[in-house]
């Protein structure tokens, strides 16, 4: 049997099975189809075991597309020792005249693919980080949960001519005026019972979540991340969470330019010879984590100045930080008036302003990184 350096193998994972596919080092090495396979760990272990015998000098390079199904192939593959990669169907190169596609094509093509390097490998998170992302999605998913109940309970009145004439919706006083309520028929009057029952279920849900989330980011490892970053103006605690928990290590990027273009910030271009075309944002990558940047930035429309709320966010942090957050609520609130002086479109300028708003963040979590308070935190980074 021949040597070989590398053996490249590529998986078209799938909730029952897996479509297999190997390629060799050596040059003019074609894939081979390997086979379907069960999607259960065991299988997936024998795999790595078969092709370990058979090619027992080679370095085993496993690579698949992300997708529902997670990162635990992932992590098994590479707690056993051997290489894999992760990356991203839209980043797939494609041939304008494919027309036919299959699991075994596309496993021979991420084989092919990984041996020729046109792959670029994604950003696979640490377990614990993606239990601190899953917690702050579920926050949000039952933040939504709860406005559709209101907006359905609101909608059943409004269609029979019953308004408030309260100040504050949803509060002590709007809940017990909604009990008080008859409707003209029965079955309405169910209705109004079974949304004021959604409503108040759903209120103790986030609730839990909030405590549960608040809890467990204390406890995590990115928390002085989080905690740093919060010295900016429009970056509290639900946001800080939710940018870190979706971005990671943020010192994997060793410029903010190129996370700026990971979240899909900056503006898409088209040019040719002596033209240049530029348009929209490209809104590639992480689209939760670009949806609060913007929601954090336009807190910016006002003047700069230090509230008691962030005076107490920026208490215990290094002057270094403050002085970054300072310095970034200066350029920000001059520039966001700037641009809306030049007459540019509202939506346009809050962009602008989240684009520059993550370069901070950038900074304050490179400072963190880096500053020897935090020696567990730098030793627990994981390489892109």
Known sequence: MNKHNILFIGLDTHKEFVEVAYCEEQRGAQPIHFGRISSAKMSITKLLRHFESKYPDATLHFVYEAGPCGYWI?????SLGHCCYVVAPSLIPKKP?????????DALKLTKLLKTEDLTPIYVPEPEDEAVRDLSRAREIAMLDLKDAKYQLKALLLRNNINYEGTANWSLKHLRWLTELVLPHPAQQIVLQEFIQTINERIARLERLDNELTHHIHQWRYYPVVKAIQAMRGVRLLVAAGVIAELGDLSRFDHPRKLMSYLGLVPSEHSSGGKRNIGAITKCGNGRARRLLVEGAHSYRYNANISTELQKRQEGLPKAIIDIAWKAQLRLCKRYRKLLAKGKHYNLVVTAIAREMIAYIWAIAKEVILSPVN?????????A
Do not use: C, H, Q, S
């Open 375 to 383: 020696p567990g935190l730098r030793l627990a980074r994981v390489p």
């Open 74 to 78: 992932y992590r098994l593959i590479t």
């Open 97 to 105: 005249g494919e027309r036919v596609k299959t699991d075994k094509r």
